[in-house]
């Protein structure tokens, strides 16, 4: 929604985020940059929705000890040496980071040198290394504890 406030999100059209995720039920999920409304009721909507899944999906992930700590346990992760070094985890681990890593990077290089961040290949191409990604990191951990 930002994006599409901002006019970032794609070089001709303007996205309803509403529209786009009813089907265009509730309206058109796109529209002329020229013509096209720059936020309707459905983007709040969307905003609003999108808002508590991700409070919930924090609170959840915090496990009792406060969002807080949760956000300062995220910035103090030595995450970045699971990239270099095997041992940590093992294979599954070193492969699973750099494929997390690769489908944010590829995903922010592709709709910065091409302007648009709505376009489907991008997105499943993302989706499927970030999703391999979380497997491979699993698996390690499940490894892990099955040798102790």
Known sequence: VILNLADAIHPNYRVSWGGLLTFEYTNDAFGDKETGAAFVIGDAIVMLFSGALIALGARSLSEG???????KSMATSNWYNDLIEPENGGWSMLLGTWSILGSVLFYFYWGITSTTWIDPGVYSWSIAMMAAGLV???LASVEDEDSD
């Open 136 to 138: 491979l990191r699993m």
């Open 65 to 71: 000890q406060g969002v807080g700590e949760w956000l």
